[in-house]
């Protein structure tokens, strides 16, 4: 099992920042890439940002050049850096890791998900 517990998010002013963590751990040989989602309807996750082993970075549209995403020097840790926050950023925040595991398995972890609410 990969285990990730996520930290961060709250409430926000339109306009201001908030961050986001993901740790992972466990069985873990590689991680080919760290993701974030976010919920949008009931049955809808949007991918957020995402970062790959070879460091490269992807954003949605509508979050690109406010949100930054980045991960530690362990390469097991994620973080998401939410500037010029609007309303409609407001959403549930999950954390993904793909990887794979010493047994050669492939795996896809979730996190339980962290609350992000920007509002005056």
């Known amino acids: 099992q990969v285990p990730l517990v996520e930290s961060g998010g709250g409430l926000a002013q339109p306009g201001g920042s908030l961050g986001l963590s993901c740790a992972a751990s466990?069985?873990?040989?590689?991680?080919?890439?760290m993701e974030w989602h976010r919920q949008v309807s009931e049955n809808e996750r949007e991918l957020v940002a995402a970062?790959?082993?070879?460091?490269?970075?992807t954003y949605s549209d509508s979050v690109k050049g406010r949100f930054s995403i980045s991960r530690d020097g362990t390469k097991k840790t994620v973080y998401l850096q939410m500037d010029e926050l609007k309303p409609e950023d407001t959403a549930v925040y999950y954390c993904c890791v793909r990887g794979r595991q010493w047994s050669g398995n492939s795996f896809i972890a979730w996190g339980s998900g962290t609350a992000v609410t920007v509002s005056s």
């Open positions: 466990g069985n873990i040989f590689s991680i080919s890439s």
């Open positions: 970062i790959f082993d070879d460091s490269t970075t």
